[in-house]
């Protein structure tokens, strides 16, 4: 209780400082929410884009390319089929894949600050 009291002033209610500071760490953790949430999805969509290029010599280009657009969907990411590139070194023989796309996202933080981030997903399985 001891710890309490200095937080409230004489009438028992939070004091301005604390309430202040309070809004400042809501204010600066909704922030940096923001922008943790793009990376977040980045690297959400660059593993299930590792995955499945793993699984390349089981499954054809396009359900690769189709469970990426089924994650990407699911992230709320602006990728469409075209953005997909898929390419085998030896294309007969299919011995290797690479997968890549890249997609822009945008930061808002209370609409005061805006930033465009770009992200460029490259996989490559020998």
Known sequence: M?????????????SVTTIILLVVLGVVGYGGWQFARPWWNYYSIKNTAANEAFQFRVKVDDE?????????EE???????????????????????RVTFSYETEVNVFNLYRKSLAFEVETKVP
């Open 2 to 14: 001891k710890h309490l009291s200095r937080h409230l002033n004489s009438q028992g209610f939070l």
């Open 75 to 97: 992230l709320g990411l602006p990728l469409t089929r075209r953005d997909i590139r898929i390419s085998h070194k030896n294309q007969e023989q299919r011995m290797d894949i």
């Open 64 to 72: 690769i390319r189709a469970a990426i657009l089924r994650k990407a």
